[in-house]
Structure formats: C-alpha cells, structure tokens
C-alpha cells in the first residue's frame, strides 16, 4: 500500500472508469473512423446524390461525425458516418440512370386526370421514349391543397441528358399549362 491506496482496488477502480469511457466513446470513435474511411475512398464525393434509407439527396459535406444531405425538398439532414457505411446506400454517381421529378401545380378547377396530362405529354416525348433515352415516365398527385393540386412527373434518363431535358420538360408543361386556360 502506497499513499494510502490499495494498488488491487486502486486498479479496479481505473479499469471500470477506462471501461466507462470506452463504451461512452464507442461510437463517436466508430463515427471518425468511418468518417476517415468516406473521406479516402471513392465510395461518396461532395456533389453525389444519393438515396440512403428513405432518404434522397445531395451530399453537401462530408465531416468526420457526419455526412450532411441536402434533400430535395431543401431540408439538411446530419447522417452518421456509420449509417452511411453500414445500410444500404445508392450513390447515383455509379449509376447510367437518374430519376428527375418535375412537380407542377394546377388550380383545382383544372378539370384534368392524370391519364389526360400523360396522354398530352407523352406523344411529344415520343421520339425518346422509343430511343430508351427517357426508360421511366410516371404520372402522379405529389399533393391536393384547398385551391390547388401539385402533379408530379418521374422520368428515368442518363445523368448527361438532364439538362437538355430538363428544358424539353419545362416547356411542354407550360404549352400544357397554357392550352388549358
């Protein structure tokens, strides 16, 4: 015994308090180690979309705690960095098809289904529908509000094409929108 201190209990003592800490710290620990493995290897970049879980979005930050996602709906998600390496995650970056969503509102005294906006639309898509450049096309409500509905249009292309489509889609929807007023 030395200074008044038991060295077996003094020990005991440091290995439940080590113990302790390890088991408090486990995961921040798991966290920066996975956030070193995200940020040297190729698996995600700043920039890629991704769908993780339910969620979808881009990467805007990749720390080593978290991956922030900026969803498409504007909201900032934090995902830990052992989520991110231990679910299920698809980084579009790999892939050679992107679905792009293209949401519209009408007044609700529009009186169009959805299979007449399909069929107003998808004629004048009909040279990339046959080409496989669009592989999806999706008609659907993204929400009814008090005086408006919000219609939502899905389509599968390559990743290169979205421009070029994008502004393809704008302005068949607004010939759409303006031959119905």
Do not use: C, W
Not at 65 to 87: A, C, E, F, W, Y
Not at 132 to 158: P, R
Request: glycine share 4%; no cysteine.
């Amino acid at each position: 015994m030395a200074f008044g201190i038991r060295p077996f209990e003094f020990l005991t003592s440091l290995t439940i308090v080590a113990a302790a800490i390890a088991i408090i710290s486990k995961e921040y620990i798991t966290n920066t180690i996975n956030g070193l493995i995200i940020m040297f290897t190729d698996q995600f970049s700043l920039g890629d979309t991704i769908k993780i879980n339910e969620q979808k979005g881009i990467i805007k930050d990749i720390t080593l705690l978290n991956t922030v996602l900026k969803r498409d709906d504007g909201l900032t998600m934090m995902i830990p960095n052992n989520l991110m390496l231990s679910t299920h995650v698809i980084n579009y970056r790999f892939t050679d098809r992107k679905d792009v969503e293209f949401i519209f509102e009408v007044p609700v005294e529009t009186k169009m289904s959805l299979k007449e906006i399909r069929e107003k639309i998808e004629p004048k898509l009909a040279k990339r529908l046959e080409s496989k450049e669009i592989s999806k096309f999706i008609v659907g409500l993204s929400g009814i509000y008090k005086e408006k509905i919000a219609i939502k249009i899905i389509v599968g292309i390559a990743p290169e094409k979205e421009p070029e489509i994008r502004e393809e889609f704008d302005e068949i929807l607004l010939e759409l929108m303006y031959e119905k007023q």
